[in-house]
């Protein structure tokens, strides 16, 4: 399997791991009717700052150079396609709504709440969906050359679970992994 497949892979691995922290805090909005608003927050963060910007791109190049080639597994390429979308825009949407939370005219905790399950819904049933039909299919399809230019076309970004600066950029994130795992 292409070295871009397995960073693929291993960010999904990264993201369950936080969509689980993400339903912790969701969890507590629920129950205590607060939250840690700044590791709620980075996590969204994260999301916005790694997996709408560098992960999501390669996979649409992937998909792309996929659906100019064949009509194999078209309709969940161009699914897959407008699904990335709408992360990015329920990204946006749940963390304008935790930054009002608690304002006179933010959401409720309850509307807050339903937004973030709607969006973790959303975010692993599309990792699954990735998992179990579009990356096998890339593999029947496409040349490590085609791997080797979709992971090219953007900058060459650390996954920020890795890199060195974690506990500078991501402060709660950091900390609560070190509690956590």
Known sequence: MHESLLKLYRDHVHFFKLMDIFE?????LKQDGKTSNDLITEVVNYMRDYSDTI??????????????????????????LVHHQAIMNMTREFRLAIE?????????????????????????????????????????QLDPEDFDYASGALPAD???????????????????????G
């Open 100 to 140: 009002q939370l608690g304002k006179p005219n933010g959401l409720s905790i309850d509307e807050v709440e339903k937004l973030g399950r709607d969006y973790l819904d959303h975010q692993r049933s599309h990792m699954t969906f990735e998992e179990e039909k579009a990356f096998p299919l890339l593999v029947e």
């Open 158 to 180: 650390q996954d920020p679970l890795l890199a060195p600066g974690l506990q500078e950029r991501y402060p709660a994130l950091h900390s609560y992994l070190q509690k956590h």
């Open 55 to 80: 992960h999501h791109p390669i996979e649409d190049h992937l998909y792309q150079i996929n659906l100019a080639r064949t009509d194999d597994g078209r309709e969940a390429l161009e699914q897959l």
């Open 24 to 28: 912790v805090e969701l969890d507590r």
